[in-house]
């Protein structure tokens, strides 16, 4: 009778009471899977579950979903919510556009430099976001480059400049720094056209627009909406942004979390902010990932 060899244990093949071997590869993969799990489970997952558990805690003590009744129903959170969600759209928009035109003429417009500004852009996205937002404060601050020219040309005493303590300066500043985040796929995805279809509708008479409108967008829109899918998921969880153009009254989610938690001392109304920021990005996510599958990203 033949004898079947598994995992270094040797079993008698069609003998009844001969128990089953199990390959030792069959519990080596989840028993390598533990550690990283656990480092995860610790470091992440309990964190997130301190907060959504701080969120149903009131003051008072209990549990209930008292605190996100009062945050609900309060002004404030309806207008962080509106601002977040309008700055975060915007900027989105703004960075498609902007991102779209930059990385099309590096690719395919020909120019001394083109390399090292593609290259630049890497470098670009290590960059923190608040070194952005100073830049700017430095061209288009109250005593910025910009005012200073004016005033000098002018004479007056003032700039006109004041745009940045708007949110006109949070949006400008926002589409500044993440742009590049939907160049870098954008590039990626150019390198890999077929140059052989932009000649032939070419050589069809088709002018640049018809051929960026209907044989380069086509094949380029799963990158394009991985950009554009995380550029709105960050801009929506942004605060150094926000933070360091010291926009007047524009406060968003994150910057309310800031608020609630520091300066009001008021933590599970800060914890209802925050898990309702959490499943606004978790939910923009999971609708970015059955977009891009219906794109065949």
């Not at 005033?151 to 303590?165: E, I, K």
């Not at 160049?183 to 000649?199: G, I, N, V, Y």
């Not at 909406?225 to 524009?250: H, P, Q, R, Y």
Request: charged letters at 10%.
């Amino acid at each position: 009778m033949a004898s079947v060899v598994t995992g270094g244990d040797v079993r008698r093949a069609g003998s009844a009471d001969s128990p089953v071997s199990v390959p030792r590869a069959a519990w080596r993969g989840p028993a390598r899977a533990l550690p990283p799990v656990a480092v995860l489970a610790v470091v992440f997952l309990y964190p997130l579950l301190l907060v959504v558990r701080q969120s149903f805690s009131p003051d008072e003590g209990g549990t209930s979903l008292a605190p996100y009744a009062d945050v609900f129903a309060s002004a404030s959170f309806r207008s962080a919510l509106i601002t977040t969600v309008w700055l975060a759209a915007g900027s989105t928009v703004g960075c498609l556009v902007l991102g779209f035109v930059l990385a099309l003429v590096i690719a395919f417009v020909p120019f001394p430099g083109a390399r090292a500004v593609a290259r630049f852009a890497d470098v670009f996205l290590s960059f923190p976001s608040f070194l952005i937002t100073l830049a700017l404060l430095f061209i288009y601050g109250n005593a910025g480059m910009a005012n200073g020219v004016w005033t000098g040309v002018t004479g007056v005493a003032d700039g006109p400049f004041h745009f940045l303590t708007t949110p006109w300066g949070v949006l400008l500043a926002e589409i500044t720094y993440f742009t590049p985040f939907v160049m870098r796929p954008l590039l990626a995805a150019f390198s890999q056209l077929d140059t052989a279809q932009l000649e032939v509708a070419s050589s069809l008479g088709a002018g640049p627009a018809r051929i960026v409108r209907q044989v380069i967008l086509p094949e380029v829109l799963p990158a394009l909406l991985a950009g554009g899918s995380l550029v709105l998921v960050m801009c929506l969880n942004e605060f150094g942004i926000v933070l360091f153009t010291g926009a007047k009254g524009v406060t968003t989610l994150p910057m309310l979390v800031y608020s609630k938690a520091i300066l009001e001392s008021d933590y599970p109304a800060a914890c209802v902010v925050a898990v309702v920021n959490i499943a606004i990005s978790v939910g923009l996510y999971g609708l970015y990932r059955a977009v891009s599958r219906r794109a065949g990203a």
